[in-house]
């Protein structure tokens, strides 16, 4: 059983910062792919980035040099360092891990509960 906790969302000022969290407990071998997505209300959910294994990173385009995707592998937590936030970055965000579970070779998609960034003055 694996379980994604996530923390650190709020209300912040356009122009402000605030730091996601995301971490993962229970029967892990191994994390392949870590993400954020977010959704704002009326749309569908958008990919915001990723990190995979090896270190590479990938940004949607309307949070590339603002935002940067992080981990901790002794924590199996990952972060996204948001900064320089946008009123159009309000949304529930949500992280997604494909979590190799101990003694298995298969990995399976795991999303977090969610977290509210509200970008407003």
């Known amino acids: 059983q694996v379980q994604l906790v996530e923390s650190g969302g709020g209300l912040v000022q356009p122009g402000g910062s605030l730091r996601l969290s995301c971490a993962a407990s229970?029967?892990?071998?191994?994390?392949?792919?870590m993400g954020w997505y977010r959704q704002a209300p009326g749309k569908e959910r958008e990919l915001v980035a990723t990190?995979?294994?090896?270190?590479?990173?990938n940004y949607a385009d309307s949070v590339k040099d603002r935002f940067t995707i992080s981990r901790d592998n002794a924590k199996n937590t990952v972060y996204l360092q948001m900064n320089s936030l946008k009123p159009e970055d309000t949304a529930v965000y949500y992280c997604?891990?494909?979590?190799?579970?101990?003694?298995?070779?298969?990995?399976?998609?795991?999303w977090g509960q969610g977290t509210q960034v509200t970008v407003s003055s």
């Open positions: 997604n891990l494909h979590i190799v579970p101990r003694g298995e070779f298969h990995a399976y998609d795991h």
């Open positions: 229970g029967s892990i071998f191994s994390i392949n792919v």
């Open positions: 990190l995979i294994s090896g270190g590479t990173t």
